[in-house]
């Protein structure tokens, strides 16, 4: 194992590995084939985000709030999927299996950097449904689409500086022991296990970040959801508390299949002696399984889409067979001329 040394100062040096190794499924019969299975997931989730970003983008009646916020989970998904499922295909299948340092924290950012946006843009989407039940009458003056692009925004700014950071901080350690991650991508907490040298900033950093960036949304999420239970009860009409419901159901099981793979995971690696396969499969399908599904459920359980996509469709063959009707007219007038 190489390892670069570089001095910060005139009394420390940090040693640093040139490259970590990423171990990835151990003692697994066929293990390839889990990993062409994630690329199967991988190719469902390109296709499903970028369908209903297409449709988002090419339906006029979309252009709303609502659906800003929508195309921003979609284009994070993707970007989430995009860092990690490529990264793992050519590590394990093509036996890439070294990462520089640098490539590994850089690793490190975006992954990390992406499963923050997905979990803030679920907490943005709550926030949406709580103005829009409970101040209906001022639902459009306060969530204009300037002002979701503000809230996204900022959440980028945020979260870039926060993880820079975030991963910045493990430069301050130094690995003299080992250089190899027993995790398919470069796990932040497993990194720091490798530290030769104090990594207790680095402890409460981890800590920090799964209070604020996980439990945080969650709860606030919880709080929006109280609130509107509240604001149903009032809702005199049945008709109406089921319209309202139903706008509530696609973004109830997005936090659903985003929360509660990760807790269960957390849990049971803080409660039990999880197995380090069956870790790294929880953990790898935690991350590629909601991506896939997202596209899927908005596009069947909300209306307003299913409505775009028939008319976008309708649109496009009306303009096939008017394409088609203009095409044999011209080739009729020129066989007449003959």
Request: charged letters at 10%; one cysteine or more.
């Amino acid at each position: 194992m190489s390892f670069i040394q570089s001095n910060s100062s005139a009394n420390e040096t940090f040693v640093r590995p040139a490259t970590f190794f990423l171990s990835g499924l151990s003692n697994v019969p066929h293990a390839k084939y889990y990993y062409v299975f994630l690329s199967l997931v991988y190719v469902a989730t390109v296709l499903g985000n970028s369908f209903i970003m297409c449709v988002i983008y090419m339906s006029r009646r979309l252009h709303t709030a609502k659906y800003i916020v929508v195309f921003h989970l979609a284009f994070s998904d993707l970007c989430g999927s995009s860092t990690v499922i490529p990264n793992v295909i050519d590590t394990f299948l093509f036996d890439h299996q070294e990462i520089s340092y640098e490539a590994c924290l850089a690793n490190t950012f975006f992954t990390y950097h992406f499963m923050n946006l997905q979990s803030l843009t679920l907490l943005v989407m709550a926030y949406d449904r709580l103005v829009a039940i409970c101040f209906p009458l001022q639902y459009h003056a306060i969530v204009t689409n300037a002002a979701m692009f503000s809230i996204l925004g900022g959440m980028w700014i945020f979260s870039v500086t926060h993880f820079s950071v975030f991963v910045g901080l493990l430069n301050r350690l130094s690995f003299c022991k080992s250089n190899v991650i027993d995790s398919y991508f470069c796990d932040y907490s497993l990194i720091n296990r490798l530290a030769c040298n104090d990594n207790s900033v680095n402890i409460m950093m981890v800590k920090i970040n799964f209070g604020l960036l996980i439990c945080t949304p969650l709860i606030l999420i919880f709080i929006s959801y109280f609130c509107i239970s509240l604001a149903l009860f009032k809702i005199a009409h049945g008709v109406d508390r089921a319209k309202a419901i139903k706008t509530c159901t696609s973004h109830l099981m997005l936090v659903a299949i985003f929360f509660i793979p990760f807790l269960s995971n957390q849990i049971a690696i803080l409660t039990t002696s999880v197995h380090l396969n069956t870790r790294l499969i929880n953990s790898s399908l935690t991350q590629a399984i909601p991506p896939m599904l997202n596209p899927i459920i908005y596009t069947l359980k909300t209306d307003e889409v299913m409505q775009s996509v028939k008319e976008l469709y309708k649109r496009k063959v009306n303009t096939t067979t008017e394409r088609r009707m203009k095409w044999n007219s011209r080739n009729s007038k020129q066989k007449i001329q003959v």
